[in-house]
């Protein structure tokens, strides 16, 4: 299944025996996947339209890099309204990333840049393979982020390491950016998509309470005061708890019938 939207630089496949899975490839080679206009609009169309069976994301780019951010060829045309505008625009399209229906799983290779780090920090689980890096031209090219990225990629790395990258230039590489926090897995060259395909197949069994409270609730929780996160924490606890897929799935392992938890 192909979306309907207005860029052919982005595209949405549904797959899965259930229709579970949606996968959302960025496909814009001859730029790699550098983000214009309308890239973002689509791509907050897709996360606003995803068919109902859908439990779970991956979002890959097509060729050799992931995202080389911001299409700076639009870049030159805006001024300051316009630029607070674009950026808004970004945000409003991440948001549907971060808090959309399903959990988001980014498949990296190639440049991790830019936008395409606030792309990546906006999904809820990043793969890496050993070609991928992380940087953030934006510091030398005299602007900044406006993607999300100065909320969102500090509670990946810490300020002081976006600070530094922004400053200096610097550029991680695949190893360094999985220690520092960027991704929760490293794999081999080219084995980023698959990866984050058998994760999603994972996640998608999850039950959908289960996942809208960790895609809907921590975030939020980590956000408030303790006293706040304990009660909201207890609330959701509480809701989650209660479905009868729930109840289900605990006396499934009382009686024995559900996986125990192992050693990998
Ligand atoms: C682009 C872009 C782009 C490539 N906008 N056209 N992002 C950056 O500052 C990153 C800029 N890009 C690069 O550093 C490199 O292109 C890459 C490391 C990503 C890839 O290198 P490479 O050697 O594979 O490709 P290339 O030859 O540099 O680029 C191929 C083409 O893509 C070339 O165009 P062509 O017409 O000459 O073939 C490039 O100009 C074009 N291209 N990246 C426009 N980003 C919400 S605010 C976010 C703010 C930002 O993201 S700022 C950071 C922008």
Redesign the pocket.
């Known amino acids: 299944m192909t979306s309907n939207t207005s860029s052919t630089d982005i595209q949405l496949d549904i797959r899965g025996a259930h229709q579970e899975i949606a996968v959302i490839r960025l496909s814009r080679v ?3 996947n ?3 206009d309308s890239l ?1 609009l689509a791509l907050r169309d897709i996360f606003e339209k995803l068919p109902t069976t859908v439990r779970a994301a991956v979002i890959h780019g097509e060729g ?2 992931f ?9 030159e045309e805006r001024d300051a309204g316009q630029g607070l505008h ?2 808004r625009m ?1 945000h409003a399209a991440l948001e549907r990333v971060q808090f959309g229906p399903v959990p988001v799983i980014a498949a990296l290779q ?2 991790v ?6 792309l990546a920090s906006a999904c809820h689980i990043r793969v890496a393979d050993e070609t991928a ?1 992380y ?4 510091g ?2 005299g ?7 100065s909320v969102r990629i500090p509670k990946l790395i810490g300020v002081a390491r976006m600070t530094d990258m922004m400053l200096t230039g610097r550029v991680y590489t695949a190893q360094d950016g999985e220690r520092a926090g960027f991704a929760q897995y490293l794999v081999p060259e080219g084995q980023a998509f698959d990866k984050a395909m058998e994760l999603a197949a994972r996640v998608a069994q999850n039950a959908p309470l289960t996942n809208y409270a960790l895609m809907h609730a921590l975030p939020r929780i980590a956000e408030q005061p303790a006293e706040q996160g304990y009660l909201t924490e207890a609330l959701m606890a509480a809701i989650a708890q209660s479905a009868p897929e729930a109840k289900d799935r605990v006396r499934a392992f009382l009686e024995g019938r559900a996986a125990k938890v192992q050693k990998s």
């Open positions: 001859a730029k790699r550098a983000v214009n973002i050799e890099h995202c080389a951010g911001l299409d700076l060829g639009e870049l674009h950026s970004w190639g440049a840049v830019g936008g395409g780090l606030e890096f940087a953030l031209p934006e030398s090219r602007i900044f982020v406006g993607g999300g990225g």
